[in-house]
Each structure stands twice: as C-alpha cells, then as structure tokens.
C-alpha cells in the first residue's frame, strides 16, 4: 500500500537560514510526489512535483526536492528562509485508482519562521 | 490561471440539518475532489469524480454525498450534519487522469456543526 510520512509536525528557524522539511514515502512502484503549501486561510498550492525525470525537482519560492530511491525519501529545502515561507507544507503521493491518479497526504509540516 | 471557488467561507449548521457546499472549477477540468482537513490529519479523500455523474468514494464517505451535474460543478452534500463533521473541507480539481496530474483548490469552507 502506498502511504505518505512527514517526520516532523513543527519545524522552526531563523529569517536567513536554511530550511530541511522531511518525507518518507512507501509505494509498490516508482511513484509521483508532490509538495503543497498553505498560507493561512488558503486553499493549497503546488510546490513542486517529481515525476520519475530528473531525481532533483525544483520548485517556486526557491524550494527544491530530492528524490532518493535508496531511501524512500523526498524531503523539501531551501537555502534561505523568509518570513513568508511560514505556513504548513504538505507531503504527497499519487496512486492508482482504477483509471484515476488520487493523491494520499501527509499529516503536515507546519514551517515557523523566527525573524 | 485555474479558479476553483467554494461558495462558502464559513458556514455554520445545526445538527440534523442537510448541509451542500458547492465547487465550481474554470478550466474545464475532468477530475474534481473533495477532502477535509482536520489538526494532526492532513487532508482525507471524502469523494472524487472523474467525469459528470461519475463518483467514486474515496477514504471516508461515510455521512456525505455528492452530486456532479455539470462538469464544472461538484458538490458535497451532508444528508444530516453531525457534530464530527465540523471540519474544513477543501475542493480541487485536476486536468486528466493519471498519476501526475496536480491538483487545483479552492480557499476552502470551515463548517462549525453545533
């Protein structure tokens, strides 16, 4: 069965510093993978998508994702953090069913930004 | 850009009552979603539908409904609101079927069930 796994619920740093948010996943085949964020009282929004091209994604905002095989992992990052990354990140892995691609999510990374 | 818009912000129903929250998408998409999203859960599947008057349940139907009409159009019907379904429920949508198809969505709608 394919599952989703973010390993921290709350993650804080500093306004400049670099930002490590984890995701394990589990899939019986090479899998699609997604980060979503989303700013209070918003709907979400795609981050960025892996999609068995290059294992190195690159998203908006200056974030990027690496997918690692050999790990099961697809953890999110960014070099420098701004205030405005502050919200909750969003872990997800597309499967199957039927004819349909359906997305299982993560419990939720909820990003602090410290000034 | 892709609009999905909820009709409702926030909503706020007694129990027993029936409850719609409707979602309309602008960009002729085939596949719309409901999920709610609740603290420590993140977002779980309630229904989908992959084309009009097609649904399928997704991981907790259990209490809800839908109906899709029309292609832009997917509502979320709560036959009779109970209190565990105070919640936030977000809508989506995406462009074909298929593993990689990101998903669009709305603001979301906060229903308090008292």
């Known amino acids: 069965a394919q599952s989703v796994t973010q390993l921290d619920s709350h993650v804080s740093v500093s306004e400049g510093t670099p930002v490590l948010l984890r995701c394990n996943y589990s899939?019986?085949?090479?899998?699609?993978l997604f980060w979503y964020v989303q700013h209070p009282n918003k709907g979400l929004q795609l981050l960025l998508k892996y999609t068995s091209a290059a294992t190195l994604v690159k998203g908006i905002n200056g974030f990027e994702a690496e997918f690692k095989k050999s790990e099961t992992s697809f953890h999110l990052t960014k070099p420098s953090a701004h205030m405005s990354d502050a919200a909750e990140y969003f872990c997800?892995?597309?499967?199957?069913?039927?004819?349909?691609?359906?997305?299982?999510f993560g419990q939720g990374t909820t990003l602090q930004v410290k000034p | 850009d892709v609009k999905v818009t909820q009709s409702s912000r926030y909503l706020v129903k007694r129990t027993g009552e029936k409850v719609f929250l409707e979602c309309v998408q602008d960009?002729?998409?085939?596949?719309m979603f409901w999920y709610r999203q609740d603290p420590g859960l993140g977002l779980r599947l309630i229904y989908f539908s992959y084309d009009v008057k097609m649904k399928e349940k997704g991981d907790i139907p259990e209490g809800y409904s839908v109906s899709r009409e029309k292609k832009e159009r997917f509502s979320l019907i709560l036959e009779s609101a109970s209190t565990n379904q105070t919640s936030m429920y977000l809508c989506?949508?995406?462009?074909?079927?298929?593993?990689?198809?990101?998903?669009?969505f709305g603001n979301g709608t906060r229903l308090t069930v008292t």
């Open positions: 989506a949508s995406s462009s074909h079927r298929g593993l990689v198809s990101p998903l669009h």
């Open positions: 960009m002729d998409h085939e596949n």
């Open positions: 899939s019986s085949y090479s899998p699609s």
């Open positions: 997800v892995v597309s499967v199957l069913s039927g004819n349909t691609g359906k997305l299982i």
